[in-house]
């Protein structure tokens, strides 16, 4: 049974870290972006964003080396960046969807809480906007995944983030200080792997699938004499 539990994770990962992006929120509100955090004051302090992740909407562990913002809400936009600064972090919190509002920021973040980037703005993105960071670890195992930015923006830029009513499917939920404390949506984001994750080749699938069924073969053979 551990043998069989091992093959089926180490094939698990195997097709994970070459498959594309995981990317929750889609599909997005049609018409609909969010500019803030990074794209406008707000009306509030605008120090703080978070936004939590259902562990359900990820296939298995990853190292999270990206994350992908989508920036074609609106045509209009110029996609700007407020001026300011933006530091990122990930971590594994314990508290559901539209669950992180009830507490203090600070007590949502997990006991492996990671810088993952820091962010500085009063440049142009493009539509598909990937944020490479500190690769973190992360295995849904242990809870949700939370996204926690800390803002300190000085004018706002002109950039609208797609975004969706994340609770309807329970898929993410955020909390903030940029004018209302809570609401249920949150920004479609991408989650991609850490450029020094190997990807194996087609071929190797192959190879791997065939050693693993071997390895199971063997060992219900020798079960059997």
């Known amino acids: 049974m551990k043998l069989q539990k091992l093959c089926s994770l180490l094939l698990l990962s195997a097709i994970f870290a070459a498959g594309s992006p995981i990317v929750i929120g889609l599909p997005a509100d049609p018409g609909t972006g969010n500019c803030f955090p990074f794209g406008c004051v707000g009306g509030g302090a605008s120090t703080r964003y978070q936004q939590v992740y259902d562990k359900n909407q990820f296939p298995g562990p990853m190292t999270i080396g990206k994350l992908i913002f989508y920036a074609d809400a609106f045509t209009g936009d110029s996609n ?120 194996p080749e087609p071929g190797a699938f192959l190879l791997t699938a065939s050693g693993l069924g071997s390895l199971l073969a063997m060992r219900r053979r020798r079960r059997t004499v």
């Not at 971590?91 to 810088?115: C, E, H, K, Q, W």
């Not at 993105?125 to 803002?151: K, M, Q, R, S």
């Not at 939920?173 to 190997?198: E, I």
Request: net charge negative; aromatic share 14%.
């Open 80 to 199: 700007l960046l407020a001026s300011g600064s933006w530091t990122i972090y990930l971590s594994t919190t314990p508290y559901a969807v539209n669950d992180i509002d009830s507490r203090p920021f600070n007590d949502n973040v997990g006991a492996d809480n990671m810088l993952f980037a820091v962010v500085n703005g009063g440049v142009t993105i493009p539509d598909v906007w990937v944020i490479t960071g500190n690769p973190f670890n992360y295995n849904p195992a242990n809870g949700n995944l939370l996204l926690d930015i800390h803002a300190n923006i000085s004018t706002n830029g002109f950039l609208f983030l797609n975004a969706r009513n994340g609770t309807a499917g329970g898929v993410f939920s955020r909390y903030h200080n940029f004018g209302t404390t809570f609401d249920d949506w949150g920004l479609v984001t991408g989650f991609d792997v850490a450029d020094d994750v190997v990807i």
